[in-house]
């Protein structure tokens, strides 16, 4: 089942930072893991530690989710965030779990057993964090959509051509057929072909969010399917099972940008 996600990675960043905070705060008031027995110094040097490893966590799982992201069909869905949270948690609680015992408890007797501490402090924090994380990754996803679902573009003819305008979400692929160019989009969920006469390389430099495949062909990235490898020659499959060529000029450009951990 698709799920709202956002690629940008500042929006992730900015997650991250809040999520650091959020810790520091939340362990600085509530005092769990003998915090109560710090004095506000101590509290100062020890603490922001746990926040660190909960927002540099979050960072260092980044490129996992674009590797989720792009596994198969570039779509986010609930398998893979349930897949990204809980991978980050259980990394994160054993960094947490290390920084205790030789940060936090070096040089002092009876520290908390694992499971004392999972039980009594590190699972209900979790609970409490957890939930944040999910409510802002899912506010940005859906902040993310809004703003693609909203964005149109006019590709224009020549002359007095007559042009299209259209949703940028909607636009899949666009050809170039001698003086002219096929537009292929959907309406609805219809796939349709307007031809415009235009060069394919005027489209190539107007648009920077297509993506140049062959010397005949651009491509919508948000309809991405998966790869395709036959006799040698590599190919896209977009939405409708649309089939673009990739030239070894662009190959490497494009394996890149569709597996790139820095999506802007």
Known sequence: MKYPFDPKLKHHVIIGLLLAIWIFVFLYFTEPLDVDEFGDTEKLIYLPGYGIIG????????PLQYKLLAYKVKKWTIAKEIVFLLTYTIITLTFVRLYYLYVIMVGIPNPYTLGYMLKAILLPAVGTIIPIILIARFAFGK???????????????EGNFEGIRLHLIDLISIQSSDNYIEVFYLSGNELKKTLIRNKLSVID??????????RSYLVNPYHFQQWKT?????????????????SKTYLS????????????
């Open 205 to 214: 430099e107007t648009f920077d969010e297509l993506i140049r495949t062959h």
């Open 143 to 157: 902040y993310f959509e809004k703003q693609v679902e909203d964005q149109k573009i006019e590709i224009k003819g």
């Open 55 to 62: 927002g540099i966590s979050y960072l260092l799982f980044l």
């Open 253 to 264: 450009s494009i394996k890149q940008r569709f597996n790139s951990t820095t999506t802007a």
């Open 230 to 246: 036959e006799k040698g020659k590599h190919f896209l499959i977009l939405n409708h099972a649309i089939q673009i060529p990739i």
